[in-house]
């Protein structure tokens, strides 16, 4: 799977050379030591020749000029002795030359100054050729008359050896420079397979089974490299054997074989937490459909005609409460379906249903064209003090009214909701709370089962009517429904970021509505306030309902790859009920699950629930993603999640809502 590590897995290792740049190092040490002590024994042997060079100079003129004192000049007249060196002098590259008489006395001579010769003064300190000097003896007949000695100007062999120094140095780094690009084209060739299989042991890090190392390396790399892609292949295999088993596990515990609504436990479990947990209790309304004259269209037609006609029917449910956010459906018994829509009050609901069972009643006349068919409905409210299975009596009652009638209808049950809303009183509580900029955030801890720390807060919004507070469970269905809640998830995320902003300490979670992920001026918007934030974005866990994946998969790719890319946690929200298969989330690089709070309503009486969570969680954990619950109410509960290795949980045992503002409950 390709769900991200936390941002600890991800770094690499620091103060550790790889093996490339071992190779690398030494190989170029040992090449350049033997490019410089080459460099350096053909300096040091080319000064000594010039040297040498110098001294057989000076020697030759000392040599000349004492013959010439002993035999064509007399070597006693001193005119003429300065006029001889005076010549030598002038037309040869000397630096000295004086004749001296027995005393140690000079006779006549010529010197100059050993100035500017065109070498850096640098290299003539490092050179420091010896001083090539030549003595020769001047004689008439048996008397010794005295001596010359000729020093050689050395500037000549200075530039000599600094040009042949330039061109060895020229010529070294050349062959320096091409033999190090070759030995690092040699080596990166050869160890490429090695940064393959790191990169192959970091997606495996990962539970990213799909990179393979190509063999185009050694012979002993190639077998290695075979090695980890069959082993690669083979955990591959198991994790999605895994993942398979697991959506299996959901789909056989959770939808019916036949419609693929929910089942019936499944959706007794999820109204009983909507209708009875306190945390979760809000307005709502449950809708008990039947299907008059199915058992002779099942005699009449078979049993596989019966079945396309209920996945038929359940395809327009699933389509109905895909149009009302928070909404579910699922089949009960034989032909009779049940929807529940949180947040909808009694007429309202009363106005879909109608429309809802002609086009059920269309669908079932067509298909039973012999028969005297009909659909029929009971829709009641939930009301104060009423549990689930109340609930169930009064639309059962409905239902029994509506059957009555004779042909297709529905029939609402006495309602016991004097103080809620109609549309138009809900749009204006919205709209008008967009306006004033009165959306509020709540917030409710998150708390680590290993350690019983905060790990961050969950923050809700909220809006006031005439002194009170309504929830988010209640208003945002309808912000929803309206095409606002987009303006709410704007608001909220602003508030959050300026609180971190405020508190560097603290760490937030958000939960994005269907139509904020939908919208491309949301996510542009989001992004940017995300981007203008700075560092406290990765503060923010930006949740994502397992239901809006189902709706809007690409959206959601989007926005959560551009999420990645800044840096903010990403968590799928009501993990479980959103019917989106494992084999697309590992393609999300997201950080956490979030199990919906319908798995955790007594749990620890719930075998298949337990089963089923152990199961997500190994999953998960195996993939590096943290695994958070809600709905958490008794310690009982608690206790069988810490067992079951959650990482967090937030519920009504672990902590209240409470005013993000003041902090007041």
């Known amino acids: 799977m390709a769900w991200s590590q936390p941002p600890v897995a991800n770094k690499q290792q620091r103060g550790v050379m790889s093996l490339r740049g071992v190779l690398l190092l030494f190989t170029g040490i040992l090449v350049l030591a033997l490019l410089v002590a080459s460099l350096s024994v053909s300096f040091y042997r080319f000064r000594d020749y010039v040297a040498s060079q110098l001294e057989g100079h000076a020697q030759d003129g000392a040599t000349a000029v004492g013959l010439s004192l002993s035999n064509a000049i007399d070597g006693r007249d001193p005119v003429a002795a300065s006029s001889l060196i005076d010549a030598v002098f002038d037309s040869g590259r000397y630096l000295s030359v004086v004749y001296y008489n027995n005393a140690g006395g000079q006779v006549a001579g010529r010197l100059q100054a050993l100035h500017s010769i065109g070498v850096p003064r640098w290299f003539i300190a490092l050179a420091d050729l010896p001083r090539g ?3 020769a003896e001047v004689v008439r007949g048996w008397s010794r008359l005295g001596r010359v000695v000729v020093v050689s100007h050395p500037g000549r062999a200075y530039r000599d ?37 790191e990169a192959q042991a970091e997606a495996i890090g990962r539970r990213d089974f799909r990179r393979r190392i190509r063999a185009v390396g050694t012979r002993d790399l190639n077998r290695v490299s075979g090695a980890m892609n069959q082993m690669a292949d083979d955990l591959g295999q198991l994790f999605e054997g895994q993942v398979k088993l697991i959506h299996h596990l959901r789909r056989l515990n959770n939808e019916d074989s036949v419609t ?23 307005p709502g309304t449950l809708v008990l459909i039947q299907l008059a004259g199915f058992a002779a269209f099942n005699q009449s037609f078979g049993r596989d005609a019966a079945d396309r ?4 029917l359940a395809g327009r449910l699933q389509a109905f409460v895909d149009g009302h956010a928070g909404s579910f459906a699922g089949r009960r018994l034989g032909a009779e379906f049940v929807v529940f829509m949180p947040g909808v009050v009694l007429p309202d609901a009363l106005v879909w249903v109608r429309r809802l069972v002609e086009e059920l009643d269309g669908i079932y006349s067509d298909a039973a064209v012999s028969l005297d068919v009909a659909v029929h409905a009971g829709v009641a409210g939930t009301a104060e003090g009423m549990d689930a299975r109340g609930l169930l009596a009064a639309a059962d009652e409905a239902l029994r009214q509506a059957q009555a009638g004779g042909g297709s209808g529905c029939h609402g049950a006495d309602p016991a909701q004097a103080g809620h809303f109609g549309i138009e009183t809900w749009r204006g509580l919205i709209s008008g709370a967009l306006d004033r900029h009165e959306v509020f955030l709540w917030q409710q801890p998150m708390i680590a089962a290993a350690d019983g720390r905060e790990l961050y807060r969950q923050v809700f919004s ?8 309504i929830k988010a469970g209640i208003f945002v269905p309808m912000a929803e429904r309206f095409g ?19 508190e560097p300490d603290l760490s937030l979670a958000l939960s994005l509505g269907s139509g904020s992920v939908a919208s491309s001026e949301f996510r542009q918007q989001f992004l940017a306030d995300l981007d203008a934030a700075g560092h406290c974005r990765h503060r923010l866990w930006t949740g994502i309902s397992e239901q809006t994946i189902n709706h809007h998969r690409t959206e959601v790719g989007l926005l959560v790859r551009a999420l990645e890319r800044l840096g903010v946690p990403v968590i799928i929200d009501r993990f479980g009920v959103g019917g989106v298969p494992f084999s697309y989330l590992r393609n999300l690089p997201v950080r956490g699950l979030r199990i919906d709070h319908s798995f955790i309503h007594n749990i620890d009486s719930h075998e298949d629930n337990r089963f089923y969570l152990g199961q997500v969680v190994g999953i998960a954990h195996s993939r590096g993603v943290q695994v958070f619950v809600t709905g958490v109410e008794t310690a009982d509960e608690w206790q069988v999640l810490r067992e079951l290795g959650v990482d967090g949980a937030m519920g009504y045992h672990l902590g209240r809502p409470s005013e993000a503002e003041t902090g007041a409950p």
């Open 161 to 197: 050896l600094w040009r042949a120094s330039v061109t060895l140095l020229a010529g070294t780094a050349l062959i320096g420079g091409l033999a190090l690009l070759i030995l690092l084209g040699l080596v990166t060739r050869t160890l490429r397979p090695l940064r393959e299989m």
């Open 309 to 312: 006609l209920l996945k038929q």
């Open 462 to 469: 909220r809006i006031r009517n005439d002194g009170g507070w």
């Open 260 to 282: 693929g609504l929910a089942s019936h436990r499944a959706f007794d479990q999820r109204m009983r937490v909507e209708v009875e947990t306190e945390e979760r209790a809000a």
């Open 484 to 502: 606002m809640i987009a303006g709410v998830d704007q608001q909220a995320a602003r508030k959050a970021l300026a609180w971190l902003a405020r």
């Open 133 to 135: 000097t030549g003595e």
